[in-house]
């Protein structure tokens, strides 16, 4: 029986390069990078490089990345935590089809209080312009609307979202 895996939006294999440059930490310099032995500190020095790296090809400063063990913590750790640096903001845009992990981001900030205008799609998944723009205010924390949806497939047109903000 042959397989076929259609869910590479969910994971896929290691790419071989990447499986090259982490094979030495995931057999050897496997230590905790918060640790201060030998093999804890190696692996900080290799974080650290790593971080100086990616802020170089990012064009931002390397105290400017978070490094987060998922997806799904990455978008708590954004929209909650911008959320908390702008209190006065209580407003969130987003769509009936992002992804779990944002709309059980929102949906924990709606039972704080805030309000969520959750954009209706087309058929194909497409929001519409006229709505977002609508919905827009100065009260408005985020708009959050999944580039690349994970379960249809819709890829939506940023350039256009970004081009008919207020």
Known sequence: MKIFDLDHAA????????LDAMWPFLKLSYGNPSSIHELGMTAKRAIEQ??????????????????TGSGTEATNL????????????????????????????????EKQGYKVHY????????????????????NTLVVSIIWGNNEIGTIQDLESIEKNRP
């Open 119 to 138: 954009l209706k799609v087309d058929h194909e998944g497409f929001i519409d312009l006229v709505e977002l723009r609508s919905l827009t205010n100065p």
């Open 11 to 18: 994971t896929t294999p290691i790419h071989p390069l990447v």
């Open 78 to 109: 954004a929209i909650k935590g911008y959320a908390s640096k702008h209190p006065n903001k209580k407003e969130i845009i987003t769509t009936q089809i992002e992804h779990a992990a944002t709309l059980r981001t929102v949906q924990y900030l």
């Open 50 to 67: 790593s971080r100086k790296q990616i802020a170089s090809i990012l064009n931002c400063e390397p105290n400017e990345l978070i490094f």
